[in-house]
């Protein structure tokens, strides 16, 4: 029973030390996550046919994200052709990655 349970507490360790972050490491992932939220919300918004301005200014209120930022977020998904059928989980996903590993790194399907 004892060589049974050392391996289960050296994998306990070696999980709990991949998952400490610095600050600022949390930092981005905090920042990564509000973007990718704004991206899905976006898009749910446009899906339900309310106005990208209207969008922005119920938004604004409660994300961290800069109105500009928020802006350029709502550009995208409203009027680049490319998030026309983008949305949801997948959406949250490949913005997520994006984010937290950098545009040359994840290859966008077209």
């Known amino acids: ?7 289960l507490a050296l994998l306990g ?8 972050q610095t ?40 994300t961290p994200l800069s109105r500009k930022q928020l802006a350029g977020i709502t550009n995208d998904v409203y009027f680049d052709p490319r998030f026309e059928r983008a ?8 913005v997520l990655n994006i984010c937290m590993r950098g545009p040359q790194k994840v290859k966008l399907a077209e």
């Not at 029973?1 to 391996?7: A, G, V």
């Not at 996550?33 to 899905?40: D, E, G, I, Q």
Request: charged content about 15%.
């Open 1 to 7: 029973m004892k060589n049974f349970l050392f391996p």
């Open 87 to 94: 949305g949801g989980e997948p959406l949250r996903m490949q």
């Open 23 to 62: 600050p600022d490491q949390q930092k981005h992932w905090n920042h990564c996550v509000a973007v990718s939220s704004t991206y899905v919300a976006a898009a749910a918004a446009r899906n339900h046919g309310i106005d990208a301005q209207a969008f922005v200014n119920v938004h604004a209120k409660d």
């Open 13 to 20: 360790t070696i999980a709990t030390q991949a998952n400490a």
